[in-house]
């Protein structure tokens, strides 16, 4: 097992700046791709936290991914908006997008917005919660352009990303339900995660590069690769395809049909329903219907070895408050792939060490 260091928030978002600052990012850049990360980390997405800036170092080195890009406009229907973010930080260029969504549909009452060519967008929850933040609903549909990593139901490669989908609906008076989830049955990072810690896959969420099932999370992270599978056999590939086509072949115009090229850019598109649930002239009896089904839910016994019903944003929340009162945990391994990221940045490895208190 790796040795595992808990750093606490404020001390790795500074490590994290200086980080990002080795990219030639601006002031505004470096604090949204800082705070997108390290909140991945607090709701305990470690697969979308800091750990993914040694991955962002390669894709930049090599001109996959562009600091101090903004989001162009491509097509400006009103409540209809095409977007293309330029190879831009995920942070930034998801950022931008749902500003512009959210405020054409406080103005429309919806807006439907089409945004591709940004690298990656890292926890889409974090673009519903903008939405809920303005008592808005958001319905989001992203693909994943990049190494193929999780396979088709009955195939025994990979032919598409982990291609997520996430609703955010804001709750009158209460924390708002966030559902946000890969298709495959985990996340790529958690492959990762897994490898450098040190610890095995349970069974059933992977392949290996003959198609066989296996616990060895190395599949997903050292060549020869393997492939991820969905979640919920068929159902959830039938997701991971209606998340490409809106995604990608309507939102992006690119969708995942190579193989591996080695590139380490990772391209999403995001195709995203913004609406305001008061514009239907229901929104007390919605809320009301809302809340009373979801008590309703809640009220379910606990099944014998669980804590009983959790929905969805309920644990992210909880990992929130326990790690700023406890810090993060970052593996030696994750950490001292940052090092190496910040040394080919030309940056102090001691110095990323000094702030993060290590």
Known sequence: MAVMHLIPADKLSAAVRYLVAGYGSEAREIELV????????????DSHGVGMLPRYTEAFLSGGLKANAHIEMRMDGGAMLALDGQHGFGQVIGHEAMELGIARAKQHGSCMVALGNSHHLCRIGAWAEMAVAHNLISLHFVNVVSRPIVAPWGGADARFGT??????????????ILL???????????TRVAHNKGEQLPPGQMLDDKGNPTTDPRYGVIEPYGALRTFGEHKGFGMALICELL?????????????ADGRKEILNGMFTII???????????F???MQQFVQWVKASPAMPGSDGVKLAGEPERVSRTKRLAEGIPVDENTWRDMLAAASKLGLDPNKMNQLAGL
């Open 275 to 285: 609406f305001d649930p008061e514009k239907f002239g229901q929104g007390p009896l």
């Open 34 to 45: 800082t705070e997108n990360l390290v909140q991945a980390n607090l709701t305990g997405h």
């Open 163 to 176: 291609n997520p989908f996430t609703v955010g609906i804001p709750v009158r008076g209460g924390e708002p």
């Open 247 to 259: 995604g990608g072949a309507l939102a992006a115009g690119m969708t995942c049909r190579t193989p």
């Open 287 to 289: 809320q009301e219907e």
């Open 180 to 190: 946000d989830f890969a298709t495959s049955v985990v996340a790529q990072g958690k």
